[in-house]
């Protein structure tokens, strides 16, 4: 936790502002984009989503008070700017966001970057019938390998409620798959 004030306070310091900020690139856009994946799915989308969560990370550092891990903080960023971006993308198409998910799963065989295959697709389109709450624990806990401690503090939610949502997501994905 030491470490964590001294770099933040690194970040937050004009001189060592480029230099901490480059670390902090090196260490999260990897598994930022992993998470920012998941959720919006489409690779170019992801990209942009990744860049505005870096804008933003720089923009609001000073407000970061600590109570939580830089970790969990970043990731909080991350997905509600992937859920905006999401959200905003259909309202601009004028459909749901379920609609504009499904739309992006018949796409996705076409992402020369999705190296998935029908049951894969046939996962993501079960992942996207469930509730937001759901798919997000979902998402994190199986494709990210996140701890429901992480999850919770990621997303504001006890730990209980996660494994509740994870459990029920989890027999609705065995029933879509096990129906279509």
């Known amino acids: 936790m030491q470490e964590e004030k001294e770099f933040i306070k690194e970040l937050l310091n004009p001189k060592t502002q480029n230099q901490a900020f480059q670390k902090l690139l090196k260490e999260y856009q990897k598994p930022l984009y992993n998470h920012i994946r998941t959720i919006v799915l489409n690779h170019d989308d992801t990209d942009d989503v990744l860049q505005n969560t870096f804008v933003k990370v720089f923009q609001y550092l000073n407000k970061f008070k600590g109570e939580s891990k830089l970790f969990s903080w970043i990731y909080r960023i991350a997905t509600n700017e992937a859920l905006t971006f999401l959200n905003q993308k259909a309202k601009i198409n004028g459909v749901t966001s379920e609609t504009l998910q499904n739309k992006t799963i018949d796409n996705l065989k076409a992402d020369v970057y999705f190296d998935g295959n029908e049951i894969q697709i046939k996962l993501q389109k079960a992942i996207a019938s469930l509730p ?49």
Not at 144 to 166: C, D, F, H, P
Request: proline share 0%.
């Open 132 to 180: 937001e709450k759901q798919q997000l624990v979902f998402k994190m806990k199986y494709f990210e390998e996140l701890k429901y401690e992480e999850i919770s503090e990621i997303l504001g939610t006890s730990v209980g409620a996660l494994k509740a949502s994870y459990h029920h997501a989890v027999k609705k994905i065995e029933t879509f798959v096990k129906t279509n």
